[in-house]
Nanobody
Framework: QVQLMESGGGSVQAGGSLRLSCVAS????????IGWFRQSPGKGREGVAG???????SYADSVKGRFTVSADNTKNISYLHMDNLKPEDTGMYFC?????????????????????????WGKGTLVTIFS
């Protein structure tokens, strides 16, 4: 069983930055994908970034160039660094994980089915961007 816990959310002005953290405990497959998602009121869940065990990272078009995902395997932690934040980035941010070769590599991509692939979820951290 894998437990995930996010932190780092807060309220910042548009144009500012935040860094979210996701700490994982428990055993996960050597091939894995960490996904970052967000959900805003009235909107569905959106995958924003993914990173796999090889360090390969991918992003949704809405955040490309502004968000950076990273992972420190020795500390079992993933970061989502968010720059040039916009009011539309407001929402609850979640990290999630899946283990196995089928979910790493090219499969670790924040597309339409990204959330369905995840086995484990954190409880989320709230990000509020004000103009």
């Amino acid at each position: 069983q894998v437990q995930l816990m996010e932190s780092g959310g807060g309220s910042v002005q548009a144009g500012g930055s935040l860094r979210l953290s996701c700490v994982a405990s428990g055993n996960i497959h050597e091939s894995y994908c960490i996904g970052w998602f967000r959900q805003s009121p009235g909107k569905g869940r959106e995958g924003v970034a993914g990173i796999d065990n090889s360090g390969g990272a991918s992003y949704a078009d809405s955040v490309k160039g502004r968000f950076t995902v990273s992972a420190d395997n020795t500390k079992n932690i993933s970061y989502l660094h968010m720059d040039n934040l916009k009011p539309e980035d407001t929402g609850m941010y979640f990290c999630a994980a899946c283990g196995g070769k089928w979910c790493a590599g090219d499969y670790c991509y924040p597309g339409e089915l990204f959330g369905d692939a995840m086995d484990y979820w954190g409880k989320g951290t709230l990000v509020t961007i004000f103009s």
